[in-house]
Nanobody, 124 residues
Framework: QVHLVESGGGSVQAGGSLRLSCTAS????????MGWFRQAPGKEREGLAA????????VYADAATGRFTISRDNAKNTVYLQMNSLNPEDTAMYYC?????????????????WGQGTQVTVSS
């Protein structure tokens, strides 16, 4: 059974940084893909970044490009999202996702496994 656990969320002032972590159990990092999404109240779940194991490629949404970085530590079965230059519009619940195939980074419905989420709140 696949289990994803996020951590690292919290409250930060605008301009600050956070690093989110997602540790997976029952899932192999050697194939498939890992991604980060977020959902603000009243809005749809938004894809931010994805990392594809077959070639190590990464994909970023416009909202994440230049500010967020996805990375992984295979030995720890953990994927990270480093977030810099945060602003209040980044306030949301952040979710880790995994898929054994090549799920599109922006299409949440095509990802098989999800964590419970970690809250990020950015104050001005």
């Amino acid at each position: 059974q696949v289990h994803l656990v996020e951590s690292g969320g919290g409250s930060v002032q605008a301009g600050g940084s956070l690093r989110l972590s997602c540790t997976a159990s029952g899932y192999s990092f050697s194939s498939g893909c890992m991604g980060w999404f977020r959902q603000a109240p009243g809005k749809e779940r938004e894809g931010l970044a994805a990392l594809y194991s077959d070639d190590g490629s990464t994909v970023y949404a416009d909202a994440a490009t230049g500010r967020f970085t996805i990375s992984r530590d295979n030995a720890k079965n953990t994927v990270y999202l480093q977030m810099n230059s945060l602003n209040p519009e980044d306030t949301a619940m952040y979710y880790c996702a995994a898929d054994p195939g090549l799920a599109p980074a922006a299409v949440a419905t095509m990802w098989d496994y999800w964590g419970q989420g970690t809250q990020v709140t950015v104050s001005s």
